[in-house]
């Protein structure tokens, strides 16, 4: 071994006495939450909001470092917690931005009161009206969302009485705040769930619930109690889950057999174990770009200061954003824009995609010999174009390559007027010399 690899080994062990052997995290700063006390009166709550740091390790034998446990001048001691991961979910790249980075991941603290579940699928998991002496501790819950919406999280954490070092107790994720799929296409809803093996409350089963909401509009996809293993009555049609890495992997992810318009809202995954909820939230977009067709086509043969008129008609799409607008490309290769035209309102068709049209008139007037005109729709699923070809004649400036073919029109008729000229000439001749033979 040589004096330059003993060298590395003495860093990579120090660095493992100081840091905990990569058993701990960065650090993450969030905002601790609360009602404020002494309000009344039937008025809202008032809510404070300070500032909390979370310390993070994942061996829950590791000891916390001294260096680990300090915190700036401006945050209170009494909100530097010390949590235990072991799903080091918290940990995710998501949630640590790089050091001098503007953009910050969302976190958020709250204390939290277990109590059991009153709705049908999860009341079995409370049976007993007496709470586990388990559940005298401090506990709270933490919501965050990683940078670029890459993840979202819930968490349940335990604390000893006034202890500042919670465990986590239950992670409930998703791999992304946010997803597109296309119309017809089977969509993957993504939420896991991590239950301490440690705590007292696993192997008392749990429950699944989603959720669908949209402007106001609320209704229930699906729900499942694992401790029965039943489905509720109410089932989704098309929605189900992967019940084997349901129970294997915690994998409670939604699965709709295809997507649909009316299906694009907010999914809210709810995991309940035994007095504790943990949920996440999951936009789902549906997104179809338009189809394209111009009437008429192909389009009737023109002159000069002809008006024309065109309409295109575009069909299918989702969500209803839609910008149309018309170019002209001429045949000298120019594109020029010709504006939007004139714009109908949207319509919604029987599967709830929109259609919607635009009919613009054409001066033809400056158009020369004409060219091709396009129809382009921009739409946040892509942008769409449809041409069709506009000819112009009899136009009273002829170009170049016109003229050039009308000099060679001219000399070819010159050509055959001198030809005819010459064989009518050449005949006459031969006929008159005949003639005169016969006089002799």
């Not at 979370?54 to 446990?69: A, E, F, M, N, P």
């Not at 235990?84 to 931005?97: K, M, R």
């Amino acid at each position: 071994m040589t004096l330059s690899t003993i060298y590395k080994l003495s860093l990579i062990a120090f660095s493992c006495v100081i840091q905990g052997c990569s058993s701990s995290c960065p650090v993450l700063e969030c905002w601790f939450v609360q009602e404020k006390s002494g309000r009344g009166g039937g008025f809202p709550a008032a809510m404070n909001q300070v500032k909390s740091l979370l310390h993070i390790r994942t061996d829950t034998q590791s000891q916390w470092t001294v260096s680990g446990k300090q915190a700036s001048s401006d945050i209170n001691p009494d909100r530097v917690y010390y949590v235990t991961d072991p799903a080091a979910t918290l940990c995710h790249p998501s949630l640590h931005p790089a050091r001098g980075s503007i953009e910050k991941p969302q976190c958020e603290i709250n204390p939290f009161q277990p109590q059991p579940s009153t709705i049908q699928w999860a009341a079995a998991l409370t049976d007993s009206a007496l709470s586990p002496i388990y559940l005298q501790a401090d506990w709270f819950s933490a919501s965050l969302q990683g940078l670029n919406g890459q993840m979202t999280l819930s968490s349940i954490m335990r604390a000893p009485t006034a202890a500042k070092d919670p465990n986590v107790i239950l992670s409930v994720s998703s791999k992304k705040a946010s997803v597109q799929f296309r119309l017809g296409e089977p969509v993957l809803l993504d939420c896991q769930f991590w239950l301490d093996p440690s705590s007292s409350l696993s192997g008392s089963g749990f429950a699944i619930e989603w959720r669908y909401q949209f402007r106001g509009d609320g209704r229930l996809v699906l729900a499942y109690d694992g401790k029965t293993d039943r489905l509720a009555d109410n089932q989704e049609e098309g929605a189900t889950l992967d019940f084997a890495a349901l129970h294997e992997k915690g994998n409670a992810s939604l699965i709709l057999q295809e997507a649909k318009v009316r299906h694009s809202g907010t999914y809210i995954c709810s995991v309940y174990l035994p007095y504790l909820l943990a949920q996440v939230a999951v936009d789902l977009e549906i997104i179809e770009p338009p189809s394209l067709s111009i009437y008429p086509s192909p389009l009737p043969i023109a002159v000069p200061g002809q008006v024309v008129t065109v309409q295109c008609d575009a069909s299918g799409f989702a969500p209803l954003s839609l910008e149309l607008s018309w170019e002209f490309i001429g045949a000298d290769g120019k594109s020029r824009s010709l504006g939007a035209g004139s714009v109908t309102g949207h319509r919604q068709g029987w599967d709830g995609t929109y259609s919607q049209s635009s009919r613009l008139e054409i001066d033809t007037a400056s158009l020369g010999r004409g060219g091709e005109v396009t129809c382009v729709a921009v739409h946040p699923a892509g942008t769409r174009r449809a041409s069709v070809t506009l000819n112009i004649i009899g136009f009273s400036t002829p170009s170049i390559e016109d003229s050039m073919a009308m000099v060679g029109v001219a000399l070819v008729l010159y050509g055959l007027i001198k030809l005819v000229s010459w064989t009518f000439t050449s005949s006459g001749s031969d006929e008159a010399g005949k003639q005169e033979k016969k006089e002799k």
